[in-house]
């Protein structure tokens, strides 16, 4: 359950000038609690009685501007954003932010109960909101999930306040699940497509998600200033999953006329020698619908990213490949295949590969994986080796390849 409040206007019930407990400063349009009782008494109580689990706080912005206390008192504002942190730390309660100035994100650093916050306008269908690229930069260096709002999965929402069709439910499921913050379906009921709600989580709901949000590239940034150097007027992101000390990236493309994608375009990995042609450690790209043979990617083998719309958005991933030849792909019915909620640990051999897979018991989890060619462990001329296992009852289960057991 998430609480989400806006504003207080006065004077509340609770307020001590109606014989309540709690001090508000009251002004014509707004109310502001200024004790920190008043604060645990309505997350405390939000908790027990409702289950509360997310604090949401609303049109900070709003209420910023709204209240003349707020922009007379330098100090006001930290004191009211610290009481709510710190009855939502109490009580075990998460905060998300909504609307906020960048001050409110910054003051965030003082709360660790703050673990999101929306980064977007609101969704109306058919906008282009989803557009969190540059917003997710500011997100990732202050350490909280950017949060793109609700979304329709299915097109059309017949008795939905907002009548417009959704064209692109795939690609706002893509915004929301690397944004690495909530994912939030918003059909009416009975109206929600299953499919590609799925293509974010797990069975039981977990978000499948990469370590990091994913962000605008710098090039983008470059073509913004001198209208040359990057992707166009389009996006060209880019993230990363890192199990244990290794680590995949993510590539995305939407409204572009084609671009060149190199080592030197990752946002969570320098350019170094582990790029490089001479490197002992390889790598290649591949396409998220493998379409075709995994490629080496290096300073030398970009990747060549196509023409593309917002329906058919290009979406690519980075894998290393193993000393053993093997490359794991992922789990490619979901939109984030490699991801730490599902995929635990990996281990190699000489000649195999093991994994520890997480999910809900009796789950199917089916991997795909690069097979080399036997003799020359080279990933040409190797082929897709795919491998479902059912989760055990403790809610693990370990995949081996090239003999497909489940453990």
């Keep these: 359950i998430l609480l989400c409040i806006i504003r207080f206007s006065g004077p509340p019930p609770v307020v001590s000038e109606n014989g309540g407990q709690f001090d508000f400063i009251i002004e014509e349009k707004m109310a502001l609690p200024v004790s920190q009782d008043f604060w645990d008494y309505l997350i405390g109580s939000a908790k027990r009685d409702w289950g509360l689990f997310v604090y949401e706080q609303d049109w900070l912005l709003t209420v910023f501007d709204g209240l003349n206390a707020l922009q007379e008192n330098v100090t006001l504002g930290r004191t009211w954003l610290l009481q709510m942190g710190q009855a939502a730390q109490r009580y075990g309660l998460t905060i998300q932010y909504c609307m906020p100035y960048p001050r409110h994100l910054l003051q965030s650093f003082e709360i660790p109960a703050v673990t999101q916050s929306r980064f977007s306008g609101d969704y109306h269908a058919g906008s282009s909101q989803w557009e969190i690229g540059y917003q997710a930069i500011f997100a990732e260096a202050l350490g909280i999930a950017p949060f793109k709002d609700t979304f329709y999965t299915y097109p059309h929402q017949p008795t939905c306040a907002d009548k417009s069709d959704e064209p692109y439910p795939r690609l706002e499921a893509f915004s929301a699940v690397y944004s690495t913050g909530p994912v939030g379906p918003g059909d009416r009921y009975n109206l929600t497509d299953k499919d590609i709600v799925m293509q974010t989580c797990a069975e039981d709901g977990r978000i499948l998600k990469p370590t990091k949000p994913m962000r605008a590239i710098n090039k983008m940034f470059t073509q913004a200033a001198f209208g040359s150097g990057g992707p166009g007027h ?173 453990d």
Excluded at 246 to 255: D, K
Excluded at 268 to 273: A, K, R, V
Excluded at 377 to 387: A, C, I, L, T, Y
Aim: charged share 15%; aromatic share 10%; proline share 7%.
């Design 234 to 406: 389009g996006n060209v992101w880019t993230t990363h999953t890192r199990i244990g000390d290794l680590q995949w990236h993510h590539v995305f493309s939407a409204e572009i006329s084609g671009f060149s994608f190199y080592p030197e375009d990752l946002l969570d990995l320098p350019m170094n020698e582990s790029f490089s042609a001479a490197a002992d450690q390889s790598w290649v790209s591949y396409d998220h619908n493998m379409t075709s043979p995994p490629q080496p990617f290096d300073a030398s083998h970009p990747i060549k990213l196509p023409e593309c719309s917002k329906w058919d958005f290009g979406l690519y991933h980075i894998a290393p490949v193993f000393p053993n030849g093997w490359v794991l792909m992922g789990e490619m019915a979901k939109l984030v295949p490699i991801s730490s909620q599902r995929i635990r640990s990996v281990a190699e051999t000489d000649s195999s590969l093991s994994l520890e897979i997480m999910g809900s018991v009796s789950e199917q989890v089916r991997i795909s994986f690069w097979m080399p060619a036997s003799e020359s462990r080279s990933v040409s001329g190797g082929k897709v080796f795919q491998v479902t296992c059912t989760v055990l009852s403790n809610g693990v289960v370990t995949m081996t390849v090239p003999d497909g057991k489940c």
